[in-house]
């Protein structure tokens, strides 16, 4: 452990230094604040003992230097020691950054007791930085996993309902166009009943993965919105370039070849994709309706006879 002496008086820094070194403590001295200064920059120790009158700039000046150059979560204990009694220059010392104020000429005994209150103090702070970054780490980590749904590994119903908000609003404030895919895999209760959960389970799996894939743009989001259904929510993008990112995806699905054979319009597992795109306005109420005239484009493309792409231009009237 390095501690920092700041004393232009050699005979008093000698007696500081040795006292320190008999602590187990490895003494540095610097002889005014300048050098003082650059010492705790190149050493980083683990206490100041910093005397107040020196020539040039004085010791508050160099304590409160050293504040501002420490980091955030950073503190290195000053203790002030001056041959000043005043409460005066107490007070200003702790103002300046000072944690402690010793009467010069310094007892061995008081400058060990304080040594070993400022290295518990310190102990203590340390742990619970330490602590802190970990706790922070973790709600980091707990608000990434409330955002990602757990079989599939893309994002959830509730990262996509936020993101799409936030879409809505830039859109409506450019004067962009946002479109969204609602995505529905084809006779999936059957594939689950005759293949079993966990064959089910791979299958959404390699079709997140693929529909993830098949996104270029960065912001682009892919989701899983519920069972078997997924959602493409596309920014920037009108009806026809939102049908064709769609129409890309089901072929992607399809060339996956997954095999299928309780499905009834493929021998391989395919999906049906709803598409609808809006030009949100400032006044909008929200992005409802983009969801709405999904859904409806989706119940088409299922009823048209699935592994196909429907279309719906929100607001527009269902044809």
């Known amino acids: 452990m390095k501690a920092l002496v700041i004393e232009d008086t050699v005979t008093s820094a000698t007696l500081v230094c040795h006292q320190l070194q008999k602590m187990g403590l490895e003494p540095l001295h610097a002889r005014d604040g300048e050098a003082g200064i650059e010492a705790f920059k190149q050493h980083k120790p683990d206490l100041v003992l910093l005397d107040i009158i020196m020539p040039g700039i004085d010791g508050f000046e160099v304590a409160r230097r050293i504040r501002q150059m420490e980091r955030n979560g950073e503190w290195t204990p000053i203790i002030f020691l001056s041959a000043r009694t005043s409460d005066t220059d107490l007070e200003k010392g702790i103002e300046v950054g000072g944690d402690d104020y010793l009467i010069k000429p310094v007892s061995e005994v008081v400058l060990a007791a304080k040594v070993r209150a400022m290295q518990r103090i310190a102990q203590m702070r340390y742990s619970l930085v330490v602590l802190t970054r970990r706790l922070d780490e973790a709600n980091q980590e707990l608000k990434r996993l409330s955002s990602v749904d757990g079989l599939t590994g893309i ?59 098949g996104v270029q743009r960065p912001g682009d989001l892919v989701a899983r919105f519920g069972g078997e259904e997924f959602a493409v ?4 993008t009108d009806l026809a370039g939102a049908c064709q990112v769609a129409e890309g995806l089901r072929g992607a699905i399809e060339g996956l070849g997954i095999t299928h054979r309780h499905s009834e319009v493929a021998r391989t597992v395919t999906i ?19 969801v709405e005239a999904a859904d409806k484009a989706l119940y088409a493309a299922k009823r048209s006879g699935r592994n196909r792409v429907s279309a719906f231009e929100s607001g527009a009237p269902e044809k």
């Open 155 to 213: 994002a959830n119903r509730r990262r996509m309902d936020d993101v799409l908000a936030k879409e809505w609003r830039r859109a409506a404030r450019i004067g962009e166009p946002i479109s969204m895919l609602l995505i529905d895999v084809d006779f999936f209760k059957q594939f689950n009943d005759n293949y079993g959960h966990q064959v089910g389970d791979e299958c959404l799996r390699a079709v997140a993965r693929t529909l993830d894939s």
């Open 233 to 236: 929510l596309l920014p920037q």
């Open 272 to 290: 049906s994709i709803g598409v609808s795109s809006g030009l949100p306005k400032p006044e909008s109420a929200g992005p409802d309706g983009l």
